[in-house]
């Protein structure tokens, strides 16, 4: 059981690639314009749920459900974009403009309004466990797949159109956009809540507040530069350093065990 929780990601990266190039085959043998709408969801949406199965499967989470990660990327994804949309139109009518910085606040604040609700939900719905910090990171990747999903899916349909149709554009806007999302809304959003579970796990002490807002600060600015800088060198180290601070992360809080506890939140912390 544990074997195949932890190699889930590589049956889903596995299929999905196969679905993909499947409705891609029928859609350049028939050019039936029907199977648009599966090519754009499967391309969008293999790689963030390779990703966020492949967190899921390591020894991070103490019992999140599959369940809810699923609605987490559901709503999550969905709260997140309609709220950033709704964000971004509002600044750009009161400031004529829309700077990336603005557009990578909006962007981070809705995708963390979902999560953040969660914290509301009582404890002792999850064993009295859920405010650990791992379910948090779990949560955040959940979140930011599912806006990555819903977002690249914006972009494919807009590029198919402006084409006037091109399968081999759409496929290239897929393939690079689902390649660069673990790196982009996935680490950023994952980092973000697993620092915001942190918080609450301590009672929202002064130190982890600031902990919380300084990690929500730094996706803010990497998310600046991602959309500032448009050469691949500086997608390539934004990149690293982006994934090296989750996996940082994930090995950190690999190493949280959760104290026996009707109370739930404790948690004791081993040497990395």
Known sequence: MAAARRFAWLAILVVGVTLFLLVRSALIVTQNPNFVP???????????????AFVWGRRLSFGVPGTLLAITALVGGVVGVVAAGLL??????????????????????????FPALLLLLPARLYGG??????????????SGAGFAVLETMGYAFVFLIATRGSIDAT???????????PAAHMAWTGLTTAALWWAASRRWQPKAVLAFLGAFVVSI?????????????????LSVIS??????????????EPEPSSQGGTLRTSAV
């Open 38 to 52: 599966s090519l754009i969801l499967i391309g969008a949406a293999v790689i963030p749920a390779a990703l966020v």
């Open 221 to 237: 600015l990497l998310h600046t530069a991602w959309d500032s800088l448009g050469s691949s060198i500086a997608y390539l180290i």
């Open 171 to 181: 496929t290239d806007v897929l393939l690079l956009r689902g390649l660069m999302s």
């Open 88 to 113: 971004e139109y509002n600044a750009l009518n009161d400031l004529g403009t829309l700077p990336t910085l603005v557009v990578g606040f909006s962007e981070e604040t809705a995708k963390l309004i």
């Open 129 to 142: 466990q859920w405010r650990i910090p791992s379910h948090g990171l779990v949560v955040g990747v959940a």
């Open 243 to 256: 994934l090296g601070l989750l996996l940082v992360a994930a090995r950190k809080l690999g190493h949280e």
